[in-house]
């Protein structure tokens, strides 16, 4: 017999272009879908838009990565063939797949084990543990490149093609309808500025809860901040500055945009700015103006890519975040929540390859805010880290730091001066709380003395603020001192302030015009508003706890994250609890407040405040404005008499026997417009008014004609139109107010 040669093994099939293009698109929208589920289902930002925008995201973003995929695979199949060894270029065309798969793969493990034992890649602290998820990684870069291979084969027969050339027609549309969107491009216009008169750096350093009143340099009893009670005399120093927000992630988003939370919706996170808002702020605006920015926060709670402040900063430090990878004209393409989505991603998988590969720990922030070990040695990067940006390279520099050793409810300072360490302290002990911020004392200090010695001073503005009151208080003042270079303004500013006034205080000291959008106002001209008060909020929700130390807030509509609207003023606070489901505000008088009581808002006006805040910022949901009552129009005339002297406020406690009956009975009714001229009358008059003619609609024999005759000879336009004067008609306040001479409240909304 003769033998038969042997056979040649099988020539190993070429890939199919199409198989694995196909490949690509199904690991690109596996991964994009797979994040989508994960945000959709979490308290997320995609929560407060509506069904419409969250499906739109998943395909925008779908379609971006799926295009950039393609973008990297075509070419390397192409040259591969081109220059005939298509074996190795074919290798390197299914990593992209590969990668996006084990990605998908990792992202899902760390979510099931976190949700299952509450432990994932962020607590792999030991080497081994750090090992045994590189090990994973590896293994699923296998898997991912061989299910790749898996797909290329199955979509590389025929009945697959038209489904490729489906997904190619509709991806190239969306690339065609993203070119011609992001053609734009550049900054809002709106928010372009020409440029600068003067050349100054500017550093915010912000402490987290610190109260004005618990340092020396507002007049606690303790020597807390030294450093800045010897720093006052030559500092703006504001007496009476409130925060815009109770949280943290609300405080400094309004610092930053100059901006309520109410019109741009962030109190908490997940909350994050968009459209517009997102582009329109301070470090925005300093950037188009030749500027370095910088900003050292605490992630998730206060950082650029939380709050979404696009082209904002150009550093970050001690916080492990993407960067802006998401330009401004990849947001016009795919919008803004696809775009969010996918910077937020970005940010998720380099935290976690980072950690596993690069050994450097993923942020744990609920412990930064609540540790004090944590917090103090979290401050501790991010103040070398601000150091390090103002001492590198940049004509023009803007930095803010947060910083959280003051946070509690624990506190560890660097050095124990009131407090006895060896005792041990516990929550909220006042004693470590002083040591605390005498801490922050010394921050400041150094960071001074760093100017000096690099010859900065001279050119630097330095802004010491705080992002809200002691556990979230809202009607306790906060620190405010602005500390310009030498020979610039100086004093104590009265009156009531805010930190939304902080951005267009800056942009005043280089000489900027405030932009149109910013709703605070300058603190460098001359002295604020009477009778001015502060519009904050604070959030509000359902806490969950979802793993060992952190927690959620579970949102609801209408309101979301907001919770409560408060409106602090001289005399007291009115409060709009708008998570409870109450549209009613409710007043709280300030023990001991010194005020002009004609600067107390009455329910009617507090109520239009809160309407006009909740329609800027498109609520679904507005409260009614109720009209002016009895008991408030009393209330107004009392403290116009007050002013008044004269015995002004004994001729109102003689009122005509119909309206005293009236006022008893029907305090909370609305007060009719006859009726208010008898209180603005007897407010301004010392004796009752001879009959005069009345207006057309009011009988010469109506008990109350002359008074109302004599408001028509008072007030010019006291009628109600076409010379008549409406004596059953309703009024409101702010005609109330004309009546009676009293100043027009300043609206908090800007």
């Not at 550093?203 to 009670?229: I, K, M, N, Q, W």
């Not at 922030?365 to 990067?381: I, K, L, M, Y």
Request: net charge positive; hydrophobic share 45%; glycine share 10%.
């Amino acid at each position: 017999m003769t033998a038969s040669p042997p056979s040649e093994p099988p020539a190993r099939a070429p890939a199919s272009p199409k198989g694995l293009l196909l490949a690509t698109l199904v690991a690109a929208g596996g991964l994009v879908l797979s994040e989508w589920l994960f945000f959709v289902t979490k308290p997320s930002f995609l929560l407060t838009v509506p069904r419409t925008e969250r499906l739109l995201a998943l395909v925008a973003a779908t379609s971006l990565v799926a295009l950039v995929s393609i973008a990297v695979v075509a070419p390397l199949l192409a040259l591969g063939r081109a220059r005939g060894v298509a074996g190795y270029f074919e290798v390197a065309a299914r990593l992209p797949a590969g990668i996006l798969f084990a990605v998908t793969g990792l992202l899902t493990i760390d979510g099931t084990s976190v949700t299952l034992l509450r432990r994932g890649i962020r607590d792999a602290l030991s080497p081994a543990s750090r090992l045994g998820y590189g090990i994973l990684v590896l293994v699923l870069l296998l898997l991912g490149y061989e299910l790749t291979r898996g797909l290329e084969r199955a979509f590389a027969r025929k009945r697959w093609h038209v489904v490729g050339a489906a997904i190619a027609a509709a991806g190239g549309a969306l690339l065609v309808g993203a070119l011609v969107r992001a053609g734009g491009g550049g900054a809002p216009t709106s928010a372009v500025l020409d440029g600068v008169a003067r050349d100054w750096d500017i550093v915010l350093l912000g402490a987290d809860g610190l109260e004005a009143s618990r340092t020396s340099l507002y007049g606690a009893p303790r020597d807390t901040t030294p450093f800045l009670r010897e720093l006052g005399p030559s500092a703006l120093v504001v007496e009476g500055a409130y925060t815009n927000s109770g949280q943290t992630t609300g405080s400094i988003t309004s610092l930053l945009t100059g901006k309520l939370p109410t019109t741009t919706r962030v109190h908490y996170p997940p909350d994050a700015l968009r459209a517009i808002d997102a582009h329109e702020h301070l470090p925005g605006l300093l950037r188009r103006m030749g500027y370095r920015t910088f900003f050292a926060g605490v992630r998730h709670y206060a950082d650029p890519l939380a709050l979404r402040i696009v082209d904002g900063f150009d550093e970050v430090g001690n916080v492990r975040v993407a960067p802006p990878r998401v330009t401004r004209r990849v947001a016009l393409a795919t919008g803004d929540s696809a775009a969010h989505m996918l910077n937020l991603s970005w940010a998720r998988i380099e935290e976690r390859l980072a950690h596993v590969i690069l050994r450097a720990p993923m942020p744990h922030p609920t412990r930064q805010v609540s540790s004090g070990d944590a917090a103090r040695e979290s401050d501790d990067d991010r103040f070398n880290a601000l150091m390090r940006f103002l001492d590198g390279p940049g004509e023009r520099k803007f930095a803010h730091a947060h910083l959280l050793g003051t946070h509690g409810p624990a506190f560890s300072p660097r050095r124990s001066v009131f407090s006895k360490p060896e005792a041990g302290a516990g929550l909220w002990d006042r004693d470590a709380q002083d040591d605390a911020i005498l801490d922050f004392d010394d921050r400041v200090r150094e960071l001074f003395g760093f100017l000096e010695r690099t010859g900065r001073r001279e050119r630097t503005v330095v802004i010491v603020t705080s992002d809200h009151g002691q556990e979230y208080r809202l009607d306790a003042p906060v620190p405010l001192v602005i500390v310009f270079p030498p020979g610039g303004p100086r004093g104590r500013v009265r009156g009531t302030a805010q930190l939304l006034d902080v951005a267009p205080t800056i942009l005043d000291a280089l000489g900027v015009p405030k932009p149109a959008w910013m709703q605070g106002t300058s603190l460098l001209r001359g002295e604020l508003p009477p009778c001015r008060s502060v519009l904050s909020a604070r959030s509000a929700g359902t806490v969950r706890e979802e793993r060992e130390g952190q927690f959620r807030i579970l949102y609801e509509r209408p309101w979301y994250s907001l919770g409560n609207l408060v409106l602090i003023s001289c005399a007291g606070t009115w409060n709009l609890r708008v998570g409870n489901g109450s549209l009613v505000p409710e007043y709280e008088a300030s023990a001991g407040a010194a005020c002009d009581p004609t600067c107390t808002p009455v329910r009617s006006e507090a109520a239009s405040f809160f309407r006009r805040a909740l329609a800027r910022g498109r609520y679904s949901v507005l409260p009614e404005v109720p009209p002016l009552t009895v008991g408030e129009a009393l209330a107004l005339a009392s403290a116009a008499a007050a002013n008044e002297g004269g015995g002004a406020t004994d001729r109102l406690r003689a009122l005509p026997s119909a309206l005293a009956r009236r006022t008893a009975r029907d305090g909370e009714k609305p007060v009719l417009r006859n009726e208010a001229a008898v209180l603005a009358g007897l407010t301004r008059h010392a004796s009752s008014p001879a009959p005069t003619p009345a207006f057309s609609d009011v009988d010469p024999t109506h008990p109350y004609a002359p008074w109302i005759g004599l408001l028509g000879t008072d007030v010019r336009d006291a009628g109600c139109g076409d010379g008549r004067f409406c004596p059953e008609g309703e009024l409101d306040a702010a005609e109330m107010r004309r009546w009676l001479r009293l100043p027009r409240l300043p609206d908090p909304n800007g």
